[in-house]
């Protein structure tokens, strides 16, 4: 996360600013930059794809169901398999 963090805070790419969301998402403001997001910093490398915020909401739901049910110190052992867990819409 940080590298992709570095990389849009680089002032050639056009990138207003990089926010760091509480589930763990960043949310990039594209500001002046007008180009593809395919041409954007890291894109081609699969080091993040485009995705939306609501997507996460399944992810914190669980990790809060669990925590009720196991308490924090249990949840290390769990083991969960996403079934949806490829990039993109669904």
């Known amino acids: 996360t940080n590298e992709i963090v570095a990389a849009f805070s680089d ?15 960043l949310r990039i403001l594209k500001g002046s930059y007008n180009g593809a997001i395919s041409k954007w910093p890291l894109y081609d ?15 914190l739901a669980l990790t809060s169901a669990m925590k009720s ?3 924090d110190d249990n949840l290390e052992n769990l083991h969960v398999v996403d079934m ?7």
Do not use: F
């Open 11 to 25: 002032e050639t790419v056009g990138i207003d600013s990089v926010l760091r969301l509480p589930n763990g998402s």
């Open 45 to 59: 490398s699969g080091s993040w794809w485009v995705q939306d915020v609501s997507s996460t909401l399944p992810a």
């Open 69 to 71: 049910a196991h308490g």
């Open 84 to 90: 949806c867990a490829a990039p993109g819409g669904k």
